[in-house]
């Protein structure tokens, strides 16, 4: 794996594609690197505007980049209001960069296993502004993301390790789980066919 001393400031969402490919030529992650790397692109709204897709019923998920097989590179466009349900990560290793507005972001513990029905207890609440880097991973616990302005739009971009297409949401009344499949609004810029997905 290339070196901390390595990593420069990627000029373009291109040039930090690239430099991703290269941190993710071995099989080791190396959570920092990935973590300053993605910091070190200050966001540029012409380098992510074609993957910019709102839908005003949901927040939408728009591919970038298949990583190789390694990660998926995905831009979420979050509308007034929307979030996500509370969600794990399916062993991934997951990498939020906010590209445009502010996402609050709460940390759950894992359900119970010998009290069903107990709701889910909140582990901590915080907010990534614009160009800030959060991380999480399944050790770390469960999530929801969510763009509270009720007046402007977010934008993140999101890397996860090895990417995934199925993942588990959570109620967080009752700590019930079910399974939800992964699916994209677009791919590299081009609408995809609706399916019907978390």
């Given at each position: 794996?290339?070196?901390?001393?390595?990593?420069?400031?990627?000029?373009?969402?291109?040039?930090?594609?690239?430099?991703?490919h290269?941190?993710?030529?071995s099989?080791?992650?190396?959570?920092?690197?990935?973590?300053?790397?993605?910091?070190?692109?200050?966001?540029?709204?012409?380098d992510w505007?074609?993957?910019?897709?709102?839908?005003?019923?949901?927040?939408?998920r728009?591919?970038?980049d298949e990583?190789?097989?390694?990660?998926?590179?995905?831009?979420?466009?979050?509308?007034?209001?929307?979030?996500?349900?509370?969600?794990d990560?399916?062993?991934?290793?997951c990498?939020?960069?906010?590209?445009?507005?502010?996402?609050?972001?709460?940390?759950?513990?894992?359900?119970?296993?010998?009290?069903?029905?107990?709701?889910?207890?909140?582990?901590?609440?915080?907010?990534?502004?614009?160009?800030?880097?959060?991380?999480?991973?399944?050790?770390?616990?469960?999530?929801?993301?969510?763009?509270?302005?009720?007046?402007?739009?977010?934008?993140?971009?999101?890397?996860?390790?090895?990417?995934?297409?199925?993942?588990?949401?959570?109620?967080?009344?009752?700590?019930?789980?079910?399974?939800?499949?992964?699916?994209?609004?677009?791919?590299?810029?081009?609408?995809?066919?609706?399916?019907?997905?978390?």
């Amino acid at each position: 794996m290339a070196s901390k001393a390595k990593i420069k400031a990627p000029e373009n969402l291109d040039e930090l594609i690239r430099e991703l490919h290269e941190v993710f030529e071995s099989d080791r992650v190396d959570i920092d690197q990935v973590k300053t790397l993605m910091e070190s692109y200050r966001s540029n709204q012409d380098d992510w505007q074609k993957y910019a897709n709102y839908d005003p019923f949901r927040y939408t998920r728009n591919l970038v980049d298949e990583g190789n097989g390694k990660f998926n590179l995905i831009v979420l466009c979050w509308g007034e209001g929307q979030g996500s349900s509370i969600h794990d990560h399916t062993d991934s290793h997951c990498f939020l960069k906010v590209l445009d507005g502010k996402l609050k972001e709460t940390l759950f513990e894992w359900p119970s296993e010998s009290e069903p029905e107990k709701p889910l207890a909140v582990k901590g609440v915080s907010y990534v502004d614009r160009d800030e880097v959060a991380y999480i991973n399944d050790s770390i616990g469960l999530h929801r993301m969510e763009n509270t302005s009720h007046s402007d739009t977010a934008c993140s971009l999101h890397l996860y390790c090895p990417p995934f297409d199925m993942c588990n949401s959570f109620d967080q009344r009752t700590g019930h789980k079910r399974k939800c499949k992964v699916t994209f609004w677009s791919k590299y810029g081009e609408r995809t066919p609706f399916t019907p997905g978390c």
